[in-house]
């Protein structure tokens, strides 16, 4: 097992990724376990009485053991990303008055280092070759020396549970978007301080932010495909949104024409009124007979994907030339106008 000290010194994130890879390759993937600790996990623990609900809702500890695992077993790099206070954080840095969470923490004396609390539950603690990253003390996990680690192994899918949905989860998958990685939640393997920040996160905000919102035999069984020659979307597939919700069926795939981008036909039927023009390109991920897809189900019907869409119509999304535009905005700023 290895813990860095080195703390954070790299630069960059993953090169910007070209959404044709529908899989998880495995020298490129990585799953990161975030806060999997007894102060969130176990009984007794300082947040338990805000989490067991969702914990045990979702059977979350028996989910990540299984997905920890199951990477394990796949040769696919697990990393632990724990939290931990010392008197230095709040004394010196006063961490307690920077938010609302800081001070929920702080007076309940959760993640208090070298504390049961703090520890990594008994089902759950690093082995062999997995690596512990230096303890974050915010949302984000990015903000310790995880980017170090992810670009020394050649990471560019990164694939996120633990604690909490809607903060620590949440901010780091934020963050690895922005980065440019491929994300990807683990919903069963996911945990919150409650039902509806766990709803809100894994519903609408996850699949805004991410690429796919999966469970963990999904992740598995994904993974395992990855190893053979890649899939190409196929006639009966089952589309699914970023939030894992049912579309339709493929009716037809359409390879790009002269005047027409690559699309599938999902015909209408309950979910929908009208048939859907479906971009290939809006297609992420591939496991077995489902496709899914880079928005929710919720925002399909809004999408203009009534009809196949033309080269004329995705040049005008793509908006003008950098060298064509005279100004970005409209204003000019006041101390430049002046001169």
Aim: aromatic share 6%; glycine share 10%; hydrophobic share 35%.
């Amino acid at each position: 097992m290895h813990t860095d000290r080195r703390g954070r010194d790299g630069e960059g994130g993953a090169p910007y990724l070209l959404k044709g890879e529908l899989t998880f390759p495995r020298d490129r993937t990585a799953l990161l376990v975030i806060d999997p600790v007894n102060d969130f996990l176990s009984e007794g623990g300082a947040a338990w009485e805000m989490t067991k609900n969702t914990v045990r809702l979702h059977n979350v500890v028996e989910n990540l053991k299984r997905a920890i695992q199951g990477a394990r077993e796949r040769g696919i790099p697990v990393l632990f990303g724990p939290m931990a206070y010392t008197e230095e954080d709040y004394v010196h840095h006063e961490l307690h008055r920077r938010s609302g969470i800081n001070r929920i923490m702080f007076e309940r004396k959760m993640f208090l280092a070298g504390s049961w609390g703090a520890d990594f539950h008994p089902d759950l603690q690093p082995q062999g070759d997995d690596i512990v990253l230096l303890p974050h003390k915010g949302t984000d996990v990015f903000e310790t020396d995880l980017p170090d680690h992810l670009q020394r192994l050649g990471v560019t899918h990164l694939v996120i549970a633990g604690m909490t949905a809607n903060l620590c989860c949440e901010g780091t998958g934020r963050r690895a978007t922005e980065e440019g990685y491929d994300v990807t939640f683990l919903s069963n393997a996911i945990g919150s301080e409650s039902i509806p920040s766990y709803e809100a996160s894994i519903h609408l905000n996850y699949p805004l932010i991410g690429n796919a919102v999966m469970k963990v035999d999904e992740f598995l069984a994904a993974v395992d495909a990855s190893t053979e020659a890649p899939v190409p979307v196929r006639v009966g597939d089952t589309v699914r949104g970023s939030d894992h919700l049912e579309i339709g069926e493929v009716e037809k795939v359409v390879e790009a024409s002269e005047t027409h981008e690559a699309y599938m036909l999902v015909s209408r039927g309950v979910i929908f009124k009208t048939d859907t023009y479906i971009p290939l390109n809006a297609v992420v991920k591939h496991a077995g007979n489902e496709v899914f897809i880079n928005v929710p189900r919720l925002v399909v019907g809004q999408m203009p994907w009534s009809e196949p869409t033309t080269r004329k119509e995705r040049q005008e999304k793509q908006g003008p030339r950098a060298g064509e535009v005279e100004r970005l905005y409209g204003s000019r700023s006041p101390s430049i106008h002046g001169r």
